[in-house]
């Protein structure tokens, strides 16, 4: 038998009351804890939580449990839910110890950084970790930034954009979309590279191969700075660098069934009809 948690986002209407139902469909030495987001333990010791929310509230929740045992199974009510597996209708209708023990865990690759100050020029550890992406930018409002990029030591290219991302198949879906940058299948371990409102020269995204180093180095004047999933953020000054490559550390999620339809669901999300029947 499972030990199960359930925590939800109090920010979003209903999904107090949605945790609570779904916690009552279980035996209860079943469940360990029903809190909100801002109280979940960062070492929970479940092997299932089940979060309520949407993708925001599942990347963070994802940052307190990844690799650990615990295995997250997202109940949609935000706007989007890539990330997410049921919605409340299914959920409520579907979830209970049985339902949790034919489950099947997916894993999700994450990216790492770590920042090399001009004025120090020595690495520090790759300290910022993300589930969806790598993002570094002017830190102005309306500023184009400069970012010299690098992969594995040869120079690539020169971005004058917005900002520049790196991102897991997981981010694909995310700030890298919305950039114009295509979607990686969710278990990929490629790592892709997307500027955001690139201005002239080369303004397209790669996929590169998971065992890249990636070298973003500040060169425009002016503020910066680099952000791991919009939820940690620090300053960069001109000539500093940030080093992304992906990380040893995994998400587990719990899927349905082994065969997710990844791609169907995906079309969904933009209102594409299923023509296969």
């Not at 997202?74 to 409520?92: C, R, S």
């Not at 690098?150 to 900002?163: F, M």
């Not at 040893?248 to 999620?253: E, G, R, S």
Request: glycine share 8%; net charge negative.
């Amino acid at each position: 038998m499972k030990n199960i948690g359930v925590v939800y986002n109090n920010l979003i209407q209903g999904t107090k009351e949605v945790a609570r139902d779904l916690s009552e469909k279980f035996q209860s030495k079943s469940i360990g804890f029903v809190c909100d987001l801002e109280n979940l333990p960062a070492n929970s010791d479940v092997n299932v939580l089940i979060v309520v929310g949407g993708d925001g509230t599942i990347l963070a929740a994802a940052h307190k449990v990844y690799n650990s045992e615990t295995s997250i199974l997202g109940v949609n009510m935000g706007t989007l839910g890539f990330m997410t597996e049921l919605n409340v209708e299914e959920a409520l209708l579907n979830i209970n110890d049985e339902f949790i023990d034919h489950t099947h865990i997916e894993e999700r690759s994450m990216v790492e950084a770590a920042i090399v100050h001009f004025s120090e020029d020595t690495s520090s550890n790759f300290t910022f970790l993300a589930l969806n992406e790598i993002v570094v930018g002017s830190g102005s409002v309306a500023k184009m930034a400069r970012i010299e990029v690098k992969v594995d030591g040869q120079w690539l290219t020169e971005y004058r954009s917005d900002s520049v991302i790196v991102s897991t198949a997981t981010g694909s879906t995310g700030y890298s979309l919305s950039a114009g940058g295509p979607i990686l299948y969710p278990t990929s371990s490629d790592i892709l590279l997307q500027p955001v409102a690139a201005h002239l020269g080369f303004g397209s995204g790669l996929v590169l191969p998971s065992n890249s180093l990636v070298e973003l180095k500040v060169i425009s004047n002016g503020s910066a700075a680099i952000s791991a999933d919009g939820i940690v953020t620090n300053k960069l000054t001109k000539n500093d660098k940030v080093l992304v490559k992906l990380s040893d550390k995994k998400v587990k999620f719990l899927r349905r069934s082994k065969s997710f339809h990844s791609y169907r669901n995906i079309m969904k999300f933009f209102g594409m009809n299923d023509s296969s029947n």
